[in-house]
């Protein structure tokens, strides 16, 4: 595949961490013990200490709420889907503020997942780069690198992280 290059070496991860290298493919889903809180303009649009969280090889954890936890009168659905190999079709929200903040896409979810991911149907997952905060806990998670995948960094897992130019074939 042009533009693919091999992956880096494995960062050790140090106590307390995690190696997005040691999660699995296919993907798994698990619970999350901390809040998770994401914020735009101020505004607390999900906070939830039931959030699921799902790993898969070399990508940093994706963080799905319960729509319950989720301001959903600020997500206006899109036209926009994407196909997951493993969990299936994505339906996109587009987040309106207030305030009249626009950021179209910055949440998704699975209405209808595969099987194998059925515990996440229906919650929403947010994009780290399109919102002001994605909290883990009391750390404020960075984007994981471009702007396909969702996951949250945050100083507990280590990579390196797919996302970034030549890492597509990862």
């Not at 305030?99 to 179209?104: K, L």
């Not at 979810?109 to 099987?115: A, E, G, K, S």
């Not at 750390?139 to 471009?146: H, I, K, S, V, Y």
């Amino acid at each position: 595949m042009a533009g693919t290059s091999p992956p880096p070496p494995r960062t050790e991860p140090g106590p307390g961490q995690e190696s997005a290298w040691d999660y699995p493919r296919p993907p798994r889903v698990e619970p999350v013990p901390e809040r998770i809180r994401v914020v735009l303009e101020g505004i607390e649009l999900a906070s939830s200490t039931r959030a699921l969280r799902v790993l898969e090889t070399a990508g940093a954890p994706v963080y799905y709420l319960p729509p319950e936890d989720v301001r959903t009168d600020l997500l206006a659905p899109s036209k926009h889907t994407t196909i997951c190999e493993w969990k299936g079709t994505a339906s996109y929200r587009t987040v309106v503020t207030p305030g009249g903040r626009v950021v179209p896409n910055a949440a998704w979810t699975y209405l209808d997942p595969n099987p194998a991911f059925a515990a996440i149907r229906d919650h929403i997952g947010f994009y780290a780069w399109a919102v002001d905060e994605a909290w883990v806990g009391d750390e404020l998670a960075t984007p994981q690198p471009g702007h396909f995948y969702g996951g949250w960094i945050t100083s507990r897992v280590v990579g390196p992280f797919k996302g970034e130019p030549g890492t597509q074939g990862w």
